[in-house]
């Protein structure tokens, strides 16, 4: 049998519609800032994909500007700012903030100041889906994007962060999206392209993946095919639950993401799981991907009360919509089996 990936939270596998708007792009040599016809075919493909990524995230009106990242989008609007939140945050955005708010048992944050606060809107380890308040000043929506029914315009949020390849686009593009009006200052200074918020000859290929990307997550949603995923999930969840009722389920009673689940058997690191389930043919996680080979306690199981054996212990399994029953299921089996040789040897 071949490899199982159940790692779509750390990045996707490429939708054919993206590869197909890149190899176009491909073929526009043209420099967008350029006023002859090719820089203008080139400036249409950007100008194309902000309005496809602007209409599937439910910002139509508000500012995307393209970046390399999320994280750079999160560095582009945190920098200069007085911000704070909570330690869930992923660490692209808690290294700009003051990370101080409490986090209730469940991955909540409660939020008393929204206007110089950040709360992302789902967590890339736990998969908890937050209630954004009116006036907010930051929301990260990489995970969410493409996964939840959202609008960018109805959550009243000031700015938000996106990255292309959460969501079946490219790695090295994403953007910040912020109402309109809102001050930004570049911090990549020079020939003021995307609005003068962030200089430098834009990604063209990249920007024309993640818009069509980005229409294709949309019409996904809308068809319902997360629900699905998620059946899966509760389903895989269930099973390793009646077979090793130790099993800790982070963020369960809470709103989660459809397709991610977080578990740990206190005392079994994560790090060794990850290897273990890697050579049996199952590519996970041990939390965020930009904190995995760093052993270490999760940070964000830490802020929800959990003790170092479970916050050392957690896996994150994350479905994508290729996932399929039987690859959950030779999962949790082979999972369980490994479960039953620890505790066996622990006990």
Not at 156 to 167: D, E, Q
Not at 288 to 314: F, P
């Amino acid at each position: 049998m071949g490899r199982v990936y159940l790692d779509h939270n750390a990045t996707t596998p490429l939708r054919p519609e993206a590869r197909d708007a890149m190899i176009a792009a491909m073929e526009v040599y043209g420099n967008p800032s350029s006023v002859h016809a090719e820089g203008r075919e080139a400036k249409a493909l950007i100008e194309a994909a902000r309005a496809q990524v602007a209409a599937a995230l439910g910002a139509d009106g508000a500012d995307v500007i393209f970046v390399s990242s999320a994280t750079e989008a999160a560095a582009l609007f945190c920098s200069g700012r007085n911000l704070h939140g909570a330690l869930v945050e992923h660490d692209s955005v808690s290294v700009w903030i003051e990370t101080g708010l409490p986090v209730d048992q469940n991955g909540r944050v409660d939020i008393d100041a929204p206007e110089t606060s950040v709360l992302q809107l789902a967590n890339s380890e736990t998969g908890v889906v937050q209630e954004l308040p009116e006036g907010l000043a930051l929301s990260d929506m990489t995970q969410a994007f493409g996964k939840l029914p959202l609008s960018f315009n109805w959550t009243g949020v000031t700015a938000a962060l996106v990255s292309a390849h959460k969501l079946g686009g490219p790695k090295g593009i994403g953007a910040l999206v912020v109402r309109r009006g809102t001050d930004i200052g570049a911090q990549l200074k020079g020939g003021g392209q995307e609005m003068g918020r962030r200089a430098g000859t834009e990604n063209v290929i990249g920007i024309a993946g993640f818009g069509a990307a980005a229409e294709a997550a949309a019409r996904d949603l809308a068809t319902g095919a997360w629900a699905r995923i998620e059946v899966l999930r509760d389903k895989m969840e269930a099973v390793i639950a009646a077979e090793a009722p130790q099993t800790v389920f982070a963020g369960q009673s809470a709103r989660r993401l459809p397709n991610t689940s977080c578990f740990a058997t206190p005392g079994w690191k994560g790090e060794t799981q990850v290897m273990q389930m890697d050579l049996s043919g199952f590519a996970i996680s041990a939390g965020s991907a930009c904190s995995s080979g760093k052993v270490r306690a999760s940070k964000v199981l830490t802020a929800m009360g959990y003790g170092d054996d479970v916050a050392t212990g957690a896996i994150r399994v994350s479905l994508g919509l290729q996932t399929a029953e039987d690859d959950v299921m030779r999962f949790a089996e082979n999972w369980l089996a490994k479960q039953k040789k620890f505790t066996a040897r622990a006990a």
